[in-house]
C-alpha cells in the first residue's frame, strides 16, 4: 500500500506512527513522508527504507500516491486538497483535521461505531475520510450503545479538556506553568508551619503576574481553568460545543437529528478529555439494562462501579492515559427524571479522540485492496 503522510512530527502524527509500530502496520505500506519546513532531510525510521522528505506542498509529487493521510492541520488541507481533485486526483484523503467534517462527499472516520456508513461511503466511490471532533468521538465509543438501541433523546455533555487538545505548545505551556508556580510557592511548602492560605495566596499572586508563562495558552491554566474553547458562534455557543450536533448527528447519520449541547472547558491535565453526560432518554429502563447498553457500545468501553474507589482509581485521565480503553462511570438515573441519566466518560483524545481512526482507516483501505 502507497501511503503519503503530512503532519507527522506533530502529537497526532506522533501517536499516529507509534501506534502502526505498535501493530506492525508499517510491513504492508510503502510510505512516503512529506514536509513543510525540511524538504530533503531523512525520513523518521519506521523498520524500512523510506525516500528523503518530500515537499508537502508539491502537488505533482502529493498526487502521485493513491493515499494521502494528513495530521498537519486544516490550513495545509484547504491549501492542498481542492487543488488536488481540481487536477483530476482520485485517491483517498485521510485527514485528522475539521477542514472536511461536514462535507457532504466526506465519511467521518469512528469504524467501532460507524463502521457500515464507512463501509457503505466507499462502496459509494467516496473519495475523503475524516476523523471527527475529539470529544465527540469519545463520548460515542463511551455511549453509543444507547444510540445504537435509539433510546437518547438529548445529550448534554460538559466536556473537561487536557491542554494537549489545544496543542503541543499548550501542553509544554501547562507543564512551565505548573513548574512557575510551585516555585512560587515553595518556601511556603518547605515550611511545615506555612499555612495553607498563605500558599493560596502566593499562587494566587503568581497566577496574576505578568511574569506567569501564558505566551501559548493566554491565560494561565495551572490551577486555574479556561471557560472557552474554539471561536464564538453567532447563538452563544464556541465552535466546539457547536461541534457535538453537527458532527454527532453525521456520524451516527441520525434524522431526525439529536440535540447534543453542552459547555467545552479546558482544565489542567495533560492528556485525556473527560465528560460529564446527561443523556435524556425516550423510555424509563432499569440501570442495569443502560448499564449493559454502555457496556456493548465498543470492545474497548469500560463500566466503572458507580462506587468511590473503582471510580478515583480507574475513571481519570491518571488512569487513562496512554490506553484504549474509554472509562465510563457514575452512571446513575438523576432526580430530575426517571429517564435523566448521568454519566462520567474519559479517554484519550490522542488514541480514539484522534489518531486510531485514522490508523484504522488505512487498514479498511488495505484490507479492500485500495491504494496499492
Sequence with gaps: MRVGFVGWRGMVGSVLRARMTEEGDWSAIDPVFFSTSQVGAPAPEVGRPCPPLADA???DALAQLPVLVSCQGSDWTRQVHGPL???GWRGHFIDASSALRLKDDAVLL???INGPAIDAALD???????GANCTVSLMLMAVGGLFARGWVSWVSAMTYQAASGAGAAQMRELVAQMRDLGEAAAPLLDDPAADALAIEGRVSARLRDPRHPT??????????????IDAPMADGQSREEWKAMAEGNKLLGLNPPVPMDGLCVRTGSLRCHAQGLTLGLNRDLPLDVLEAAIADSTPWTRVIPNQPEPSLRQLSPAAVSGSLDIAVGRIRKLK???RHLGAFTVGDQLLWGAAEPLRRALQILRKRGLGA
Design 336 to 338: 430530575t427524571d426517571p
Design 124 to 130: 459509494a466511490g467516496t473519495l475523503d475520510l475524516v
Design 110 to 112: 469512528l469504524d467501532p
Design 215 to 228: 505566551a501559548a495558552l493566554g491565560h494561565p491554566l495551572a490551577g486555574s481553568l479556561l471557560p472557552w
Design 57 to 59: 506542498h508539491d502537488l
Design 85 to 87: 481533485r481540481a487536477r
